[in-house]
């Protein structure tokens, strides 16, 4: 296949193309000026993208938006937050509307962010949006996604933290267990719908060629509560936790950013994958922890 990926330099594009390379052409869409034939030159902000590289793309994989840990929720990177999502969505939707050929599919990133925090509740992909504004990005960002043409697959990506060792959730949990350290979050009770970056990227090159569209959970078939995947993660490591953070400090120092990165709750089912056939690497908080224990050690 002939894959497009926009936002392919971010942790999970930079996995995701070195696995697609494999066995596909990717092409990637840069802002800057391109370096090999490899790039397109793009401007979403603008909505600028020449409908050539999608009409010669048999799949198109949205990875684009400012991350979510990336800054202080001000009112200025929250609109930094919706304008880096829906922008590039946008832009990708109308240069496949104006296409005489467009790509057979398009694989949208989108987040468990778009649950909100629900308790216990256990989440499909029928499942209500929240009320948060992780919530609110998302249903936007889903919005411009399903404006793509009738004839193109539409899969919206609800992907939920992604664990990888390098960056995002899981660095931040590791460094004070390896010292000894270890902390949970608020209750620790929180569900988390973590994935490990492996079935990630596994699920989502699944879901170029699987018979699958709208919304689907990636996350893993056993999610956990946060002190779930903290003690396992200590184990792993021969370390103790000792510690908890109340929520109250954690959003007393940086707000609503902790709340919804943190504290929410979302116990998140993969049901479509799952009924699409995907098997996963790691599918439970133990196997997480080992699949850590030797990506980090090896």
């Not at 903290?230 to 103790?240: C, D, I, M, S, W």
Request: neutral net charge.
């Amino acid at each position: 296949m002939r894959i497009l990926i926009a936002g392919a330099s971010g942790t999970i594009g930079t996995a995701l193309t070195r696995q697609l390379e494999k066995n596909h052409e990717v092409i990637r869409l840069v802002r800057r000026a391109p370096k090999s034939p490899a790039e397109i030159r793009w401007n979403p902000a603008a909505g600028e993208l020449d409908v050539s590289a999608v009409e010669q793309a048999d799949a198109v994989v949205n990875l684009s938006g400012a991350g979510i840990a990336g800054g202080l929720w001000t009112r200025g990177y929250k609109e930094t937050l919706y304008s880096s999502r829906i922008m590039p969505t946008r832009t990708l939707v109308q240069a496949m509307r104006r296409a005489e050929n467009p790509p057979e599919v398009f694989i949208s990133q989108s987040a468990s962010g778009y649950y909100g925090d629900r308790g216990d509740e256990v989440l499909t992909e029928t499942s209500a949006s929240g009320d948060t504004l992780l919530a609110d990005i998302c249903r936007r960002w889903e919005a411009e996604a399903v404006e793509a043409p009738e004839s193109v697959r539409v899969v919206l990506a609800r992907t939920g933290i992604v664990m990888s060792r390098r960056g995002g959730a899981l660095s931040k949990l590791l460094i004070p267990i390896r010292l000894f350290l270890g902390t949970s979050l608020g209750s620790g009770r929180q569900w988390w719908p973590w994935i490990s970056l492996n079935d990630e990227i596994r699920a989502l090159e699944f879901l170029l060629t699987a018979p699958v569209s709208g919304p689907v959970n990636l996350s893993a078939p056993s999610p956990a509560p946060l002190d779930s995947i903290v003690v396992q993660l200590g184990e792993a490591f021969g370390r103790p936790v000792w510690f908890r953070v109340p929520g109250v400090i954690l959003t007393t120092l940086i707000g609503q950013l902790a709340y919804e990165l943190l504290l929410v709750s979302a116990r998140m089912e993969p049901r479509a994958l799952k009924e699409a056939g995907f098997a996963f690497d790691e599918p439970t908080p133990e196997a997480l922890a080992q699949w850590v224990h030797r990506v980090v050690t090896s």
